[in-house]
């Protein structure tokens, strides 16, 4: 079935670093792609999202490119920043359903 | 004021309790939805509502039930609650526009405690 999978966390990084964080996907048909992000305390808020092949989803400096022939979606960010703590998550929709990947923690030391 | 509220945020009860959580929204979305986080496992949906006459089984729907009393209102239920049903709860909403992406808004979350 219809399915997310990302790297298991957590990720630790230094301010400035770079950062990536792997999705893959299986799905049937042509999903929808999105990342959301959990801050402490919080639910989740899309991030990007992406809806069709070679497209990119960008937000706050994040990036992510839509691959259909590798079926991924990474997140990047070029610099993170302390504020960037959070959990991510990966996910899809395909018809009337969503699938979400089991988050991926990333904590930004000063 | 948030567009998708929860209630009660926290909760602590005890097994073979009956449980309510609630959740309203003002974004006037006909989609509402219930999900369960653990750690490790991500979020998993229990059950969706696509309008007030229509409901359907997620994903982990065993030992729950839910109500759409309104557009706005969706409630989660446990009959009767054990310890495996501890878990942070979300409930979230989508237009359902087929042109859309259909993203998924979320509400701050229900912390539940079964002992």
């Known amino acids: 079935g219809d399915s997310v999978t990302q790297m298991e966390g957590p990720v630790t990084l230094s301010e400035e670093a770079f950062l990536t964080i792997n999705c893959t996907y299986t799905a049937t048909g042509y999903p929808s792609l999105f990342w959301y992000v959990q801050y402490p305390g919080e639910g989740l808020q899309l991030l990007l999202k992406a809806t069709k092949a070679d497209d990119k989803g960008s937000n706050k400096g994040f990036e992510a490119t839509y691959r259909k022939e590798t079926t991924s979606f990474h997140l990047e960010k070029g610099s993170v920043q302390v504020s960037d703590s959070a959990v991510y998550f990966c996910?899809?929709?395909?018809?009337?359903?969503?699938?979400f990947g089991t988050g991926t923690s990333l904590t930004v030391i000063p | 004021d948030a567009d998708v509220t929860q209630t009660p945020r926290n909760r602590i009860t005890k097994t073979g309790k009956r449980i309510m959580l609630e959740c309203s929204q003002t974004k006037g979305h006909d989609r509402m939805y219930w999900y369960r986080q653990d750690p490790g496992l991500g979020l998993r949906l229990i059950y969706y509502?696509?309008?007030?006459?229509?409901?359907n089984k997620g994903e982990i729907s065993d030992g729950y039930s839910v109500s759409r009393q309104a557009q706005a209102k969706f409630s989660l239920s446990l009959e009767s609650a054990i310890p495996n049903q501890t878990a942070l709860y979300f409930c979230a909403t989508s237009d359902g526009t087929p042109s859309s992406t259909d993203t998924q808004y979320f509400g701050p979350g229900t912390r539940l405690t079964v002992l």
């Open positions: 509502s696509f309008d007030v006459k229509d409901i």
């Open positions: 996910a899809l929709r395909m018809g009337n359903q969503f699938y």
